[in-house]
T-cell receptor, first 116, second 110 residues
Framework: EAQVTQNPRYLITVTGKKLTVTCSQN?????MSWYRQDPGLGLRQIYY???????DKGDVPEGYKVSRKEKRNFPLILESPSPNQTSLYFC???????????????FGPGTRLTVL | GQNIDQPTEMTATEGAIVQINCTYQ??????LFWYQQHAGEAPTFLSY????GLEEKGRFSSFLSRSKGYSYLLLKELQMKDSASYLC???????????FGAGTRLFVKA
């Protein structure tokens, strides 16, 4: 089954304790992206990647890191989480994303993170 | 600046038609997306418009006016399962960012 998976689905942690949220897709998509979703603010893009070893900042990258060493995986790293990073996080992928074409994004199930 | 506006909530009756509006102001524009998101679930793609006009897909249609920075999603023959949030999003040229609106929560009542 074609899908985007995220782990963990739920996480409660404490301030300053490094964590990684994994994202994997089995559709051979070039483009992957991370979003956070907060009430009243909608989805905000954190980082995106056009292909292996190619990443760029979205609108809210502060406090986050990403890497793209393999095409299928795009982990989100919080080196020192803080309470304002408590949110619902979605990973998404799409086949190709260029300035002259479009592709719908396929979203993972979400990771609900609470930082105490 | 970059901004996408859509109503926060709407209520409609089963079997009726509802129109969800979206206005956008983005630094570059490469099309307008609509996604559906049920509570506690991931967004799923509904439609994409890059040219002016109406795109119809079953009970759902989406309209775009680039000159007015305006789009709407039209849902016909509403069903209870259409109760969800509807997210308007702009794809941007010159980069690969996607800007989402805050979403419109639609409640369908019997």
């Amino acid at each position: 089954e074609a899908q985007v998976t995220q782990n963990p689905r739920y996480l409660i942690t404490v301030t300053g304790k490094k964590l990684t949220v994994t994202c994997s897709q089995n559709m051979n998509h070039e483009y992957m992206s991370w979003y956070r979703q907060d009430p009243g603010l909608g989805l905000r893009q954190i980082y995106y990647s056009m292909n292996v070893e190619v990443t760029d900042k979205g609108d809210v990258p502060e406090g986050y890191k990403v890497s793209r060493k393999e095409k299928r995986n795009f982990p989100l790293i919080l080196e020192s989480p803080s309470p304002n990073q408590t949110s619902l996080y979605f990973c998404a992928s799409s086949p190709t994303r260029t300035s002259s074409s479009y592709n719908e994004q396929f979203f993972g199930p979400g990771t609900r993170l609470t930082v105490l | 600046g970059q901004n996408i506006d859509q109503p926060t909530e709407m209520t409609a009756t089963e079997g009726a038609i509802v129109q969800i509006n979206c206005t956008y102001q983005t630094s570059g524009f490469n099309g307008l997306f609509w996604y559906q998101q049920h509570a506690g679930e991931a967004p799923t793609f509904l439609s994409y418009n890059v040219l002016d006009g109406l795109e119809e897909k079953g009970r759902f249609s989406s309209f775009l006016s680039r000159s007015k920075g305006y789009s709407y999603l039209l849902l016909k023959e509403l069903q209870m399962k259409d109760s969800a949030s509807y997210l308007c999003a702009s794809g941007e040229t010159g980069g690969f960012k996607t800007i989402f609106g805050a979403g419109t929560r639609l409640f369908v009542k019997a």
